[in-house]
């Protein structure tokens, strides 16, 4: 299995149980691809570089994950007709994810 680390930016305004609502989105979409969830940081709420939808902050998420790339699409597709995400990529990690 491939190492993956995905970054997602939230909606800030939204509260901590939605927040944690949609990460459990994100993993429920991961063990549908059968992935291997190892390690999910929370962020919190960042300036973003640029605005986004009028907003100029974000709730950070990042979730390292191992598994294969064809799970990539569907969280391509179901991120982007999400109106709570503003923005998310998922990376190939080069390291070593056991943390």
Not at 28 to 47: A, F, N, Q, Y
Not at 50 to 65: L, V
Request: hydrophobic residues 40%; proline residues 2%; glycine residues 6%.
């Amino acid at each position: 299995m491939k190492e993956y680390e995905m970054a997602v930016i939230f909606d800030a305004s939204l509260e901590a149980d939605e927040i944690d609502k949609e990460i459990d989105k994100q993993i429920t979409l991961l063990k549908k691809g059968k992935c291997e969830i190892v390690k999910i940081d929370k962020w919190g709420v960042r300036p973003i570089a640029y605005p986004i939808q009028k907003q100029e902050n974000g709730f950070y998420t990042i979730i390292y994950f191992k598994g294969s790339s064809g799970v990539i699409h569907e969280l391509d597709r179901v991120n982007k007709i999400n109106d709570k995400v503003l923005r998310h990529m998922v990376v190939k990690s080069d390291s070593n994810i056991n943390l």
